[in-house]
Structures are given as structure tokens and as C-alpha cells.
């Protein structure tokens, strides 16, 4: 009897130590990289430079694809965080079909104001926003 009460507490223990709410925020802020996500300025000027460099010829002007793959949703080909669309608009994917033209033309800058713009899209579900 005594025995289970202990590994009764430790149950409990362990699913409070081991609840998200203990992970350094630290760890949780990693892969939030774009210092421009949520910034109204920035949006505009993504919104621009989306349309500028062609993006919507393959995605579409909302983003709803075509011949390249919608950018609302919840599928991502490589992954959704900031540093994998980066890399990926940049052309640094190994694998990747996407033209690399646009990004290696694009400033680091004018990359993350298009990702802060790519955001604004989203019609998914909002719990699963890891960015
Ligand atoms: C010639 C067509 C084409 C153009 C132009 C294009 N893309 Fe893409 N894009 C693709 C394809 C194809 C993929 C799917 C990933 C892959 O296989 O490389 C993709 C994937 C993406 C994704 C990830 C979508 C997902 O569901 O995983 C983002 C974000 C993106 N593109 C942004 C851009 C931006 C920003 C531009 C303009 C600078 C751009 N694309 C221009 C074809 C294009």
C-alpha cells in the first residue's frame, strides 16, 4: 500500500514538472527569428515586395497557390518556423523545387518582411501557430 502511494506522488509530480509551462522561455522563443512578425509597416512592405519579386505567379496574390503551394494552410514542406522559410526563400534547401532567383536577390531584411506578410495569410488553426 505504501508503496503505490509513492509512486503515486511521483506520477503527479512527474506531470508537473513535466507540464510545457516549466520549459525555459528561452527554449520555447528558439525559433521565433523574424524580428518583423506582427509589424504593420513591415506587412505593407512584404505585401509589396511579394507582389515585386513574382511570388504571386506561383502562389497566388493571397497566397491560396497554384502552381507553387498554398501559404494559408497547415501543410508545410519543409516545416512552418521562420528559419526553414527563410532558408527556403533563400534557396538553401537541399531538395527544394522553388527558384532560388528571388531570394538570392533578396535582402535579409526584405526576406523576413515577406515572411512577417506570408503570416498575415494563415487561415489555419491558430493553436498549431508556432512562429
Ligand atoms: C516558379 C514558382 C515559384 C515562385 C515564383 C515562388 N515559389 Fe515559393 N514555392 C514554390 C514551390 C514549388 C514550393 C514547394 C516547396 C519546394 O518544393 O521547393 C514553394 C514553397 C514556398 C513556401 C513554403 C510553402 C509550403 O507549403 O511549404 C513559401 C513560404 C514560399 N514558397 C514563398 C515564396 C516567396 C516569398 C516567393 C517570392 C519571393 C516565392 N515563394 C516564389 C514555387 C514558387
Known amino acids: 500500500m505504501r508503496q503505490r502511494r509513492w509512486i503515486l506522488v511521483a506520477l503527479v509530480a512527474g506531470l508537473i514538472l513535466g507540464q ?76 527544394q523545387t522553388m527558384p532560388d532567383v528571388f531570394g538570392k536577390a533578396m535582402k535579409d531584411e526584405e526576406i523576413w518582411q515577406v515572411i512577417a506578410f506570408i503570416r498575415t495569410l494563415y487561415k489555419g488553426d491558430p493553436s498549431r501557430i508556432n512562429w
Open 20 to 95: 510545457p509551462g516549466n520549459v525555459p522561455a528561452q527554449d520555447q522563443a528558439v525559433k521565433k527569428l523574424n524580428p518583423f512578425t506582427g509589424n504593420p509597416e513591415a506587412i505593407t512592405e512584404g505585401k509589396r515586395l511579394f507582389s515585386l519579386y513574382g511570388c504571386p505567379g506561383c502562389h497566388g496574390k493571397e497566397g491560396g497557390g497554384g502552381m507553387g503551394r498554398p501559404l494559408l494552410d497547415d501543410e508545410w514542406q519543409f516545416g512552418s518556423d521562420d528559419g526553414t522559410l527563410f532558408k527556403l526563400i533563400r534557396g538553401e534547401i537541399p531538395g
